[in-house]
């Protein structure tokens, strides 16, 4: 069997949510959760984290498996390298404007965040999947 007439049934289940976006990508499916507040696109999205659900047919049904959108992963590192910046610089050779704990706690703030919408994002995917195979 064709693993997109696997996913067609999946996809149109899930579809059926209005608080989801789903599209596939060769033999996956990519799970967004639409986000009333959270815009797409401009400064806000760099500062709102993103997560996706991948459902890909397996061995044993289906795997599901969340991960950050790559905007996030790219605003990450960045705030890694910040973190990295502020730990190895002397601040007394090299005089900031702002104070020590800003990267800190917008590293922190934003990773929590990220956080926060993975656990969202599979658990909402995860009940939608749990309803059809029990349907």
Excluded: C
């Amino acid at each position: 069997m064709n693993s997109w007439n696997e996913l067609e049934p999946i996809k149109q289940t899930l579809v059926a949510s209005p608080k989801l976006d789903v599209e596939i990508k060769g033999q996956r499916l990519i799970v967004t959760r639409r986000r009333l507040l959270a815009p797409r696109h401009g400064f806000f999205r760099l500062v709102i984290p993103h997560a996706r659900a991948i459902v890909t047919p397996g061995m044993k049904g289906l795997a599901l498996s969340v991960q950050p959108d790559p905007m996030a992963i790219f605003v990450v590192l960045i705030l890694l390298g910040g973190v990295a910046g502020e730990l190895f610089t002397d601040r007394v050779k090299y005089p900031r404007d702002y104070p020590p704990e800003a990267i800190y706690g917008f590293s922190i703030f934003y990773i929590g965040l990220l956080i926060v919408e993975m656990i969202r994002t599979r658990r909402q995917v995860r009940a939608i999947l749990t309803s059809y195979f029990a349907g």
